[in-house]
């Protein structure tokens, strides 16, 4: 008999794959093996979205297995990784663990996720979100970037009802910026309801857009999802915003790049995605194996299809090592374009000249470090190491990073510039302190 477990196993799935072994041996009978197959390509035939395309993948698993295809695997988690190659050929959601028949008897008498707190009288009540508050819910980081660029790393999207507090701070730490980078490089994908959530932060309010449609055969019409009327943490609409992906950003990480193509509202940078436009459920068998199916497939009213097999393609495609410091480049070069006020200028201008030189360093030997080596009031410049170190007060001192032409920054810090006049090849003869709110200070050499 075969029975299913929906939403309650996504998340757990890594534990009971890991645990498999711990409950006894990965080995499994020919027997086992057979019942496996077929339970495996009677859940495809039941659940994937398309009844036509799953009685075909399920016809066609039957028949290679018939044919002897997985004779050659009596170890469960090979079994699994076979199935998978062959599967996800035909849908990039398709994966096949091995859990272990144990594991698989475990987890099927346990309770479903909605009907209490799971914990017995005098039993400290279980919190079915905590694994993912561990991980605060996706939300690696939150920065502020030199150029005054708002910066998100979200590895997941969490499910909005446990997360929305988490999502709206992000939010909310990012809303002075000039412009947003979403970084979805490391996301492998997570709950559509965030993704509609964080789209809409960036649409008009009022609800009036159509990010997608799902279409599944549990829905007799397609499932849309607009975006939302109201959003708890306010609407940019007109904020340059900037998503970063990479080879394995995946399934709803790949979501929320191509509804924000869609609506030419993001400019995406780095690599094409994985390509798993499907959403569905994990599934189990009583013979030990879990299977994720796609039991439903999103529609962008845009597109008219979704990046199934194909990946999402962004506009300006890079390693995705480089996607971050090609995004800034570009954010830096549109935000001077939008002619900003002297101070917002300086800012972006300090801030792409520091992108430039940490992808570029400047190469001064110690003869020409030494033409600046000396006190200027206050301030003193000594020659350590290769480094050119500043000192105030006989304070500790600290390396200068050098930009070119005179001109020194502290390491990553674009908030200051020291720029010294020389005349001709010898000494510098001050040293004017640039301060980001535009004052100088002028510092003559006085050694």
Request: hydrophobic fraction near 40%; proline fraction near 5%; glycine fraction near 12%.
């Amino acid at each position: 008999m075969i029975r299913t477990i929906l939403r309650v196993l996504v998340s757990g799935l890594v534990v009971m794959g890991a645990s498999a072994s711990a409950w006894g041996q990965t080995r499994i009978t020919e027997s086992a093996r057979d019942t496996a197959i077929a339970d495996i390509a009677q859940i495809i035939e039941d659940e994937f979205f398309d009844a036509e395309r799953a009685a075909e993948i399920a016809g066609s698993l039957r028949s290679a297995h018939a044919e002897g295809a997985f004779d050659a695997f009596g170890d469960g988690e090979a079994l699994a990784t076979a199935l998978t190659t062959r599967l996800a050929e035909e849908d990039r959601h398709f994966g096949v663990n091995f859990v272990g028949a144990e594991a698989a008897a475990a987890a099927m008498q346990r309770p479903r996720r909605g009907g209490g707190s799971g914990a017995g009288p005098g039993e400290r009540p279980v919190d079915p979100w905590l694994p993912l508050r561990r991980q605060n819910f996706g939300f690696a980081s939150v920065e502020i970037l030199p150029g005054n660029i708002g910066y998100i790393d979200l590895r997941q999207f969490a499910p909005i009802e446990p997360a929305e507090s988490t999502a709206h701070a992000a939010l909310d730490f990012v809303a002075g910026t000039d412009a947003v980078i979403f970084d979805v490089r490391q996301n492998g994908g997570g709950a559509p309801s965030m993704v509609q959530y964080l789209v809409s932060h960036f649409l008009e309010p009022g609800g009036r857009t159509l990010i997608n449609t799902f279409v599944s055969r549990d829905y007799e019409y397609p499932n849309q999802m607009w975006s939302l009327p109201s959003h708890p943490a306010g609407n940019r609409p007109d904020v340059p915003l900037y998503v970063l992906t990479s080879a394995r950003t995946g399934s709803a990480g790949e979501a929320f790049p191509y509804h924000l193509q869609a609506l030419e509202r993001a400019t995406l940078i780095g690599e094409t995605t994985y390509g798993a436009g499907n959403p569905g459920g994990t599934f189990l068998s009583d013979a030990g194996f879990s299977i994720f199916v796609s039991t439903g497939s999103a529609r962008n009213p845009v597109t008219g299809t979704n990046w199934e097999g194909t990946g999402v393609v962004p506009h300006i495609e890079t390693d995705a090592e480089a996607a971050l410091d090609t995004a800034l480049r570009h954010a830096y070069a549109a935000l001077l374009e939008t002619d900003p006020d002297d101070g917002a200028r300086r800012t972006l201008e300090w801030a792409l000249e520091g992108l430039t030189a940490n992808a570029a360093p400047v190469s001064l030997n110690e003869a020409e470090l030494a033409r600046y080596a000396g006190a200027y009031g206050i301030r003193s410049f000594s020659v350590e190491d290769g480094q050119l170190i500043y000192s105030r007060d006989g304070r500790p001192g600290a390396a200068l990073q050098p930009l070119g032409d005179h001109r020194f920054r502290l390491d990553g810090d674009d908030n200051a510039r020291f720029v010294f006049v020389v005349d001709g090849s010898g000494p510098a003869d001050r040293m004017d302190l640039h301060l980001g709110d535009g004052r100088v200070l002028g510092n003559a050499r006085t050694d």
